[in-house]
């Protein structure tokens, strides 16, 4: 079996997500896609960050009916930061026998040797980069498969501030989404 394993603050999911991880399972004949929502985004300020149950909601709700997809919470589920080798021994653990693929960005292969025991990492799981299609994916001292996906100019900040400023974001992210962002008045302030 072949686990992608999609993490992400996802806050909120939108459309660019849901492509992307749709092209990598069919380019990289993935069985299974898991979001992976991470818990305590170091690079974020506490103050803008909406809860971990409710971007856990939004993603259910971004990915329900696709069967492709699953949403897993073990980064919820842990206390403190979220570190991406601890999360890949867990999967390990429970599939012993999944080829575990990680889909990065490529800001995120750049900056791979600076996380948490890269060396067991790349032990753990292969690692695919989504690259935008026609882009050049930037060196890196590790192995990596080239994804190009569909990634279209989206971003969770653009859609925080369009909520913030009044702008629609219907299309941008599955109504499923929207209506949990307007049930609780989510990124209205900044
Ligand atoms: P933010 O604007 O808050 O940084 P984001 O839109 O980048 O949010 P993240 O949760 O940070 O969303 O991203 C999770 C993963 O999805 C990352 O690997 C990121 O590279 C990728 N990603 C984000 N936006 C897109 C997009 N439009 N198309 C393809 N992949 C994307
Ligand atoms: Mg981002």
Redesign the pocket.
Known sequence: MRVGI??????PP?L??L??AGDAHALLALDRVLWVPASEPPHKPAASRTRPGLRMEMVEAAVAGDERFQVNNLELRRPGPSYTVDTLRELRDRWPGADLVL???A??LRDLPTWRAPDEIIRLARLAV?SRRGDRVPGSSFAALSVP?T????????IRRRVQRGVPIRNLVPDSVRNIINRERMYLAT
């Open positions: 999609f993490g992400g603050t996802f806050d939108h660019g997500h492509i992307a889909l990065l960005g800001d995120a989504l996906v990634r279209i100019d989206i971003s969770a900040t653009e």
